[in-house]
């Protein structure tokens, strides 16, 4: 038998759910689908009449949410309603590191998966396919299990029947819709024939059948972790290699262009920089060492702890870096911040470098100036907050909001650009040159900047993975 997918209700409205819901609606017009979340001003934020408010900022999401919201994509907060009228659901809240109890800083907290679980199986009707999108640890469809089965003891059982699939999401964020259109393959893991085919037959109306593999539960879930840690582990490969370039007299940048030519290889993800930062590649690393310490598997769990040591100390020695060539200290001067959020072409802050790196600066005295084009400063206050050590010592600095390039670079001492966005590979060196106090330096932790140019106005570079 065929179940036909008419109504879709998805749990979690963020950086994920939102996108993705837009992106099946889009392809999709039969298909009713119902966005939820427990959030109410990031729903009103999703149904706001203005584009430019919506809660994510994705290049083309806004062009697909004027076509479709109000028509077959709808937000709202009604959870109970959109459970029970669904045929399909997809969870798709937060699976943030524990941050406390047992496997704290290491374990995916699943109280929003649990509590999402309990929700349906409340409230279900009938026949419903539950689809992990959120990332999880392998083995939790298990779990979800237990809790959708407890739904037929006691009263009004109502009939309820589920089928639960994994099919983990790899968008990454500033290339989430071309990625959700044009996505390398779809992973559907799951037991039940009949619930695999009605999720492919959602995806075959806009992606090409050889793109969409089906597998065991466990694989699936699984994969997505390890798809996640081979990135990083690119990522601190390449920046430990810049630290060695440095030293040396090698261009990080020529080594990659020639080890990324080798097939075997392949360029991709060997861009070096401050670090990986979003909200996906620490917290999966830290849950894969978690699960393979839980199976006693010493060896592999501090192989992938070495990719978030290496991380954490690329972030750390650029604030060393900016503090030794400033003379070793920077207590009063005045340092511009291009870019806070962990990669351009987003407003997401979530594990940004920039956090640490201002951080550090800060307590070393610095006067920062910190613009990003699309970071607000109520989310730049949300995320400085968590991490500064309340300190009333004069020793500490200070921090403040710029609203452009040349605001951030006013009497500055230096400017630290740690977000590839655009703007700043355009930057006029001879306007900023005249702002900026002498002698004047430009850290530059993404390769971006146009470095003769600057330099022909008196500035000191440091790139990074450069040596001399
Ligand atoms: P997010 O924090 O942006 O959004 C999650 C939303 O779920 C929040 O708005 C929250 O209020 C809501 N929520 C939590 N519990 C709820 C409940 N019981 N009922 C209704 N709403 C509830 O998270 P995100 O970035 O969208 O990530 C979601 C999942 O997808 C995570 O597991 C993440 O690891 C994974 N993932 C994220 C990305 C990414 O680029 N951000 C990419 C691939 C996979
Ligand atoms: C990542 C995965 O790419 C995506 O498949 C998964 O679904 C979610 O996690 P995301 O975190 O959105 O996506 O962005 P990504 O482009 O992977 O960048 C992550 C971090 O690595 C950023 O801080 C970025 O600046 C950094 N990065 C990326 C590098 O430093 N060098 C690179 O070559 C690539």
Redesign the pocket.
């Known amino acids: 038998m065929n179940k036909e997918i008419k109504k879709i209700c998805c ?7 939102g996108p993705t819901m837009a992106v099946i609606a889009d392809k999709c017009h039969e298909i009713i689908i119902n966005v ?4 109410e001003s ?1 729903i009103s934020d999703w149904n706001n009449e203005d584009l430019s408010k919506l809660p994510v900022f994705e290049p083309g999401l806004k062009e697909i949410i004027k076509r479709r919201r109000g028509v077959n994509l709808f937000f709202s907060t009604e ?1 109970e309603k959109n459970i029970a009228s669904a045929d399909m659901i997809f969870i ?4 943030p590191i524990k941050q406390s109890g047992v496997g704290a800083g290491k374990a995916s907290n699943l109280k ?1 998966i649990e ?2 679980a309990r ?1 349906i199986s409340k409230f279900a009707e009938g026949f419903t396919i539950v689809v992990e ?4 640890p392998v083995k939790t469809a298990n779990t979800i299990k237990k809790i959708l089965e407890a739904s037929n003891y006691g009263e009004n059982t109502n009939n309820k029947k589920f089928k639960i699939l994994s099919n ?6 500033g290339n989430a819709i071309n990625d959700l259109e044009n996505p390398d393959r779809i992973l559907i893991g799951g037991e039940d024939e009949e619930s695999i085919k009605a999720l492919k037959e959602i995806y075959l109306n806009w992606i090409d059948d050889r793109k969409i593999i089906t597998t065991n539960l466990w694989s699936s879930e699984l994969s997505k972790l390890t798809a996640n840690a081979f990135l990083a582990q690119r990522i601190s490969s390449i920046n430990s290699i810049s630290a060695l370039c440095e030293k040396t007299g090698a261009d990080v940048q020529e080594v990659g262009l020639a080890v990324g030519m080798d097939s075997r290889i392949g360029d991709k993800f060997l861009k070096v920089g401050p670090g990986f930062g ?3 590649f620490k ?2 690393l830290l849950n894969l060492v978690y699960i393979c310490d839980y199976y006693g598997l010493k060896e592999v769990s501090r192989y992938w702890q070495k990719v978030i040591d290496i991380n954490n100390w690329q972030r750390g020695r650029i604030s060393g870096i900016v503090v030794e060539k400033l003379f070793g200290t920077i207590s009063g001067k005045r340092i511009g911040i291009l870019g806070f959020s962990f990669k351009a072409n987003t407003n997401d802050t979530r594990e940004s470098p920039a956090i640490e790196i201002c951080k550090d600066l800060i307590e070393e005295g610095g006067e920062l100036q910190i613009y990003d084009p699309k970071v607000s400063l109520i989310n730049m206050e949300n995320e400085l907050n968590k991490v500064l050590i309340k300190n009333t010592s004069n020793e500490i600095g200070s921090w403040q909001y710029s609203n452009s390039i040349e605001d951030a670079a006013k009497n500055a001492d230096a400017l630290i650009v740690l977000t590839e966005w655009e703007e700043f590979k355009k930057i006029d060196w001879m306007i900023i040159s005249k702002l900026m106090r002498s002698p004047s330096w430009v850290f530059d932790t993404r390769l971006i900047t146009d470095i003769e140019e600057a330099s022909k106005f008196g500035i000191n570079i440091w790139k990074i993975g450069r040596g001399f």
Do not use: H, M
Request: net charge negative.
């Open positions: 749990i979690g409205a963020g950086y994920v759910g939820v979340d427990i959030n990031r959870v798709s809240v937060n699976t929003w509590s999402s929700q999108k959120s990332t999880l983990p999401e790899f968008l990454s964020e979003g909200s996906c917290k999966d």
